[in-house]
Structures are given as C-alpha cells and as structure tokens.
C-alpha cells in the first residue's frame, strides 16, 4: 500500500468532496472524518476519480495518480539497484559475522595464553617443568633453536613435541652424548633436527623463531629435578645479541 501527503482540499471542493460521501460531513453513529485529508492510498484515488466533479479536485486526484505511476516506474527501473544493495547488505552481514567470530577467538586465545615472563621450578617439580617446556616449545611456528651443552635422548623426546615443519638446532659441546644414529632416528620421524658444536655458550637458551629468547637454568634434560627459573628476555638488543652469537 502506497501514501503519499498532499495538500488539503479547500473551499468548494472539499464541501463536495463531503456531499458525495467520500469524507462525512457530520458525527453521527457511523464515524468517519470530518477534517481535510492529507493522505490517500492509490486505491482510494481510483475511487475518488470516478465520483469527483469539481476540476480542482480531478487535478488533484490525477497528479497524484501520475505520482505513484512515477514511483512504480522507478521501483521498476532501480529493481536490480536495490537487489544488488540488498545482496551487499547481506553480505556485510555475513563478514562482519565471520569477523566478528575470528575476534573472538583471537581475543579468547590471548587473555588465555598470556605470554610467561618468568617461571621457577622447585626440586620434585618434574612435571610441571616439562609439561612447561613443551609449551615454549610448541609456540615456535618456522624454527627452534636451543643452546643446551648438555643433550642426551630425553632432550630429543621434549624436542619432538615441535610443530611439524619446524627445523630444530641444537648447539651443545663437541662430546654431545647424542649420536649419529640418535638424529637419523629422530629425523626419520621429526624431520629436521641439526647439531652444531660451539663452546661459546656456558648458560642455556631456547630461541623461538629467531626473535624470542628464553633464558633457561639448566638443561632441558634436567628440568625440575633441581630448583631453576626460565626467564623471557624483555630487551630486544640483549636477545638479538645472543642470536647473533650463532
């Protein structure tokens, strides 16, 4: 159903616009109005052009049927117009719920995986050291590196709770006690594992995607059967120094 506002019929044609009964012209039992109009529907002006004699009222009447024929024509012209902005709309609804929900996780993740500064570990504390130990090593995405001059097969198995298709360095004394065989066998199912000798180093560190660097107080292979703390380097210079000594 269409409106449209139009200005009041005065004088003359509003008494006959009363007389033929189209708008009462007194408050008896059947209601009705008794005031000007101002709004019609298009049906109600096919109704009144077949009953108006006064020529203002006809004029008004057939302006304002050419008014809603002008608004079918461009309901009809811009129909593809409006399909497309409501595909558009729809959408952006659609993104902005997609968005809305990688938001979420995004933000659910971070205030649930708060980065650790500093940890310490106390004698017996086994598991806690290791199971905290495989989280920084879980976090590396492209490359691991660690710093340990003390490395045996227990260094190998936190080691391979590594993301797959991340390359592990180990850089440990030249009388490491892991052997040939112990890499091959590693590599053959935790692809890909290097050992370099340097004798640079005397405290531990885990590099994590060559940017972050934990310092650690004992090797990995001891991890929580003496007290020792695991410190995230803050300062970018001193952590970029130690990977720079490689």
């Known amino acids: ?79 593809l117009l409006f399909e497309k902005i409501s595909d558009v709309e729809l959408k952006q609804l659609e993104y902005q719920k997609k968005t809305d929900h990688k938001l979420d996780i995004i933000f659910n993740h971070i205030s649930t995986n708060e980065e650790t500064h500093q940890k310490i570990f106390f004698d017996g504390q086994i598991y806690d050291a290791f199971s905290f130990t495989i989280e920084l ?16 097969i227990d260094t190998l198995n936190i080691l391979r709770r590594k993301l797959p298709g991340v390359t592990a360095t ?6 490491t006690k892991l052997s040939n065989t112990d890499i091959n066998t590693f590599n053959n199912q935790y692809p890909t594992l290097t050992i370099k000798h340097t004798q640079n180093f005397h405290d531990r560190f885990l590099i ?17 059967k003496k007290c020792f703390a695991i410190n995230l380097m803050e300062d970018s210079n001193l952590a970029q120094n130690i990977i720079n000594r490689l």
């Open 170 to 175: 180990i850089y440990t004394y030249n009388n």
């Open 208 to 224: 994590i995607d060559n940017t972050i660097v934990y310092h650690i107080g004992a090797s990995l292979k001891d991890a929580g």
């Open 137 to 152: 090593i879980e976090k590396a995405s492209n490359d691991l590196k660690l710093i340990d001059n003390y490395v045996d």
């Open 1 to 79: 159903m269409f409106y449209l506002s139009a200005n009041p019929i005065s004088g003359q044609s509003y008494v006959s616009l009363k007389s033929q009964n189209v708008i009462s012209n007194s408050a008896d039992s059947r209601g009705g109005r008794r005031t000007n109009s101002y709004v019609f529907t298009e049906q109600g002006v096919s109704m009144l052009s077949a009953i108006l004699r006064s020529d203002i009222a006809i004029n008004v009447s057939i302006n304002i049927t050419k008014a809603f024929v002008e608004m079918r024509h461009f309901i009809s012209n811009n129909a």
